[in-house]
């Protein structure tokens, strides 16, 4: 019953996206993921640190006429996935890492807005100065939407609708209006260096993307610093 009224809360608390009529994106690149630390509690699933690859980052291009930007390359900062309540991720679709290149890449947008609030008008934020709030809604429904077209992840009726939805409403919105935030994104330089030991050395392929699979729905197999996946467009 509790997971059940998490996920009407989670449904009743969105805004809207026009998730039907918005054109899907392409993904490429990589995507390396370390885990940092336990994270919040009862959201998520830890705390981790998204560590673009220095040959192959992971990029997103978009098809839609009305972007302010078209192509978007996150850098290093921290993540939790989705942040999705722990009684929600029980429904199918609503892991926090189902959609994780396109959490990522939403992610990267908060962060880009909050420096801007704080003053940071320099590069890279700078790209995203004219970027709304509803667009970075859009752009998470276009992300989700690629990678169902690139055979990434199943079709799902009701997850990628209530995603795109609840990250347009009104909590979703105080935290785009945040400011005194940008200084908690930057990853300091201790940990951005475990981070950059813990991804792979070997090759990484430049054709074809792959989705985090966490050991286990967890994180209990790995130390700090210690790479958690990889995945490559």
Same mark, same amino acid.
């Given at each position: ?51 673009? +690859? ?6 997103f291009v978009r098809r839609n006429p009305d972007a302010t930007i078209t192509e978007i390359v996150p850098g290093m900062i921290y993540t939790d996935g989705g942040s999705i309540p722990r009684p929600v991720t029980l429904f199918r679709g609503f892991s926090p890492w189902g959609y994780a290149p396109a959490y990522i890449v939403h992610d990267w947008l908060f962060v ?5 609030? +704080? ?115």
């Amino acid at each position: 019953m509790r997971r059940l009224l998490a996920l009407v809360l989670l449904l009743v608390s969105c805004g809207t996206v026009d998730f039907e009529n918005l054109p899907a994106g392409e993904f490429s690149g990589t995507l390396h993921v370390i885990w940092v630390g336990e994270g919040r509690p009862n959201i998520g699933d830890g705390l981790f640190v998204y560590v673009p +690859d220095p040959r192959d980052p992971l990029r997103f291009v978009r098809r839609n006429p009305d972007a302010t930007i078209t192509e978007i390359v996150p850098g290093m900062i921290y993540t939790d996935g989705g942040s999705i309540p722990r009684p929600v991720t029980l429904f199918r679709g609503f892991s926090p890492w189902g959609y994780a290149p396109a959490y990522i890449v939403h992610d990267w947008l908060f962060v880009a807005r909050h420096c801007l609030n +704080d003053g940071d008008t320099g590069a890279p934020y700078a790209d995203y100065a004219a970027m709304e709030f509803h667009e970075s809604a859009e752009i998470i429904a276009e992300a989700i939407k690629a990678l169902v077209a690139q055979g990434r992840v199943a079709p799902n009726q009701v997850a990628p609708r209530a995603i795109s939805g609840a990250v347009a409403g009104p909590i979703s919105f105080e935290r785009w209006q945040a400011v005194g935030e940008c200084e908690s994104h930057r990853v300091p330089p201790d940990i951005a260096e475990r981070a950059r030991l813990g991804t792979p050395g070997a090759a990484v392929p430049r054709s074809g993307f792959s989705i985090l699979r966490m050991p286990d729905g967890g994180v209990e197999r790995v130390t700090p610093g210690q790479t958690v996946a990889t995945f490559s467009f």
